[in-house]
């Protein structure tokens, strides 16, 4: 594409260039630079300079074509605090009214001491810049106005954001060129440029946009970002010391920068003094004491520090969280139609961004999420904590057990965020097991079951075709899926719930279709950590997807908010730098599931404190959650909520498939790492805290039906044969197990000796039929119902046993 940069006409050779520079110096000595402008092609061919027409200068560009200029950006905590800058340059635009007056006299005492009286060039710097050069002396002299020098700034403006980046550099060149041929031509180029600029601004509006745009310091752009770098102070407070030292840096930004060169810099600083005091701009008082004070002792520096690395130092380990924030902005196209036009507005764009981080929970998540595991513990073991508010899935919480790095150079240093998707953070998500279990179950009470309904929860050869896919049977391949404690015979689905047994949910999945569970988890925003739907298949009952933490915390803040899912979101607000609004992504907050569904899932999650995470011991309000494990503890979790937090804990190892078995870990050994090992007891440390102080409000009450389901007569079987028994049951609306070990019994052998539960039962449970083995018991005739559970009794067998993970791969507590 044409670069606008050389859109200067025809070219011209170094004599050419000469003689338009001579003719120009000359007319505008005589008769003004505004009529050198306008005459200059006729004096050059009426005094027959080589073959120079009008087209040589009047071929130059007359429109300067102002671009906006690059700002840094900031991201701030939702308390306001800053946790990040971005720039490509870092600039920060001010109107002149907030730069200090002796600021701006020192840039015109020291770069353009005629600046109120020309008309865009200067004719006498020209002309001895013109002579110095021509006489062969060393060094180009430059000779170009504040309005010469702002052109030139803004010519390279363009130039950078155009083209390729190959393109840029020799745009930039072009801007920058000083000798030869090429150097005469950017002069002309300037100088006209200006002479149009001055007629439509006023010497205000360009010395303005000269103390924007200009370059002060080695990274520091405009005279704002300066003041606030060298001193710490917005540049209307600049005193005369500290503006004769931003003034003297811009004629070579590096060379005169303070921090960097700090004998030079003085030298510089002395020499605008000296240029202030013969302008009157200072007092020979002030000048005596100005050149005295040693520059050092005036600069209060404020360290540039770019990025996230910095985030930590203002709320700890928050630069995960803040990494993920610059992520949503290059990704959501909400913010340009580009990643190329979103990574510009971010780094040039000025914005602020407003987030949702809590800076007093996120110092609470960081700390207890290393106090589970700490950074340098010998295990390597990782782990993750993140915490989504239900009802507007602000994210509040993001932390993990290591050190925030783009590049991991020293140990501890991570660049990759456990908690989210591998577009947001460049992980793929862990396996959840069990905790993927609630899916599973608000399918079940969808289909009118209930918690009270009693299921088969003994480890058992599975097949495929016990279960069905949107509406097809599997195919005929065997399946032999575990319990990690032993499967204990018939139990209701609020234990088999609180237990977490994994052949009870996948017998509950039998009576389901598998399509359905894992579109009711897709309703609540679960998808993979490669942003694929969950996969539909029955091993992933118990949870064998990689899901990254943050997806778990915003399904389940979907139950604490009675079905209301909300989309996690990390941004609140954007302004650009006119602070004017820019649109975000949104929650999209809807009742995805209904109350009913979601209070009576709480009511039976919040069992788990009598169930997997008995020994870490419910905190003192209303809660509710779920462990997961994977088959051999290679990913522990906890997935736990309150009508205000909902928070996921993830334990293993971030970058390979390997158990989390027998070893120390944070000074304790672990035999084997359960979600109730270290998930759980950071959980409830975190939320306890977080929670101090607070009105925590309970969940809703449960749908009576659902947890205890429609209660009708179980019909006798004892005495029957298992296939009468089973076509009895079967009619009234039950399910049949039998039970592999055969009783004492006066009926028949291989005849029902046995039922359970018998008298009344929720429709749909599961009766489990002992067989006779033909010999009579030793006192007297058998009884109907197992010892210890008396017929007619509310709900059937024991509570099972701690469910876990052989099945399909993953699963357990």
Known sequence: MPNPARSRGRQVNAFQALALLLSFVLVAGVGGVLAAGLVLPGVAAANGLTDVSVTAFDGLPTELGETTLPEKSTILAADGSVLATFWDQNRVVVPLAEISPLLQHAVIATEDKRFYEHAGVDPQGMARAFVRNLGGQDGQEGASTLTQQYVKNVLIEKALSTGT???????????????????????????????????????????????????????????????????????????????????????????????????????????????????????????????????????????????????????????????????????????????????????????????????????????????????????GVGTSIVTVQPGTGKILTMAQNRIYAPVAANPGEEPVNFNTDFAYGASGGFAPGSTFKPFTLLEWLKQGHSLYETVDGSERLMNENMFTTCGAKGRNVPWPAGNAEGGQGTMTVLDATKNSVNLAYLTMATKLDLCNIMQGAADLGVHTGKGAAPTTNAANVIGTDSVAPMTMAAAFATFASGGVYCAPIAITSVTDTNGAALPVPEAGCHQAIEARYANTINFALSNVWQGTAEKVGAPPFPSAGKTGTTSHNEETWFVGYTPLLATAVWVGYPKEWKPVQKMPIAGKWVQFAFGSTIAAPTWKRFTVQALDGVANPGFAAPDDKLVYGERIRVPSVVGKSVADATATLKGAGFGVSVAPEQVASSVPAGSVAEQSPSGTAPRGSTVTLRLSNGQPPAGGPGLPGFPGQPGGGPGGGPGGGNGGGNGGGNGGH
């Open 165 to 379: 980046e190959a393109e840029q550099l020799a745009a930039v060149q072009a801007a920058k060129e000083a000798d030869g041929t090429e150097g005469y031509a950017r002069k002309l180029r300037e100088a006209k440029l200006a002479i149009t600029l001055e007629k439509t601004m006023t010497k205000d509006q360009i010395l303005e946009k000269y103390l924007n745009i200009a370059q002060f310091g080695a990274s520091v752009y405009g005279v704002e970002s300066a003041a606030q770098y060298y001193f710490s102070k917005p540049a209307k407070d600049l005193n005369y010391l500290e503006a004769a030292t931003i003034a003297g840096v811009t004629q070579s930004p590096t060379k005169w920068d303070p921090v960097l060169h700090p004998e030079e810099s003085e030298t510089r600083r002395n020499r605008v003094l000296l240029l202030m005091k013969q302008q009157n701009y200072i007092t020979a008082d002030e000048y005596t004491t100005g050149v005295t004070t040693p520059l050092p002792t005036t600069l209060n520096v404020h360290p540039l520090r770019q990025g996230c690395m910095t985030a930590g130092d203002v709320v700890p380990g928050s630069g995960y969280f803040c990494d993920y924030v610059t992520k949503v902005i290059v990704n959501d196209p909400a913010f340009g139609e580009t990643v190329e036009a979103r990574k510009a507005l971010l780094y040039k764009g000025g914005l602020t961004i407003t987030t949702t981080l809590d800076p007093r929970l996120q110092t609470l998540a960081d700390t207890e999420v290393k106090n589970g595991i700490p950074v340098d513990d010998p295990s």
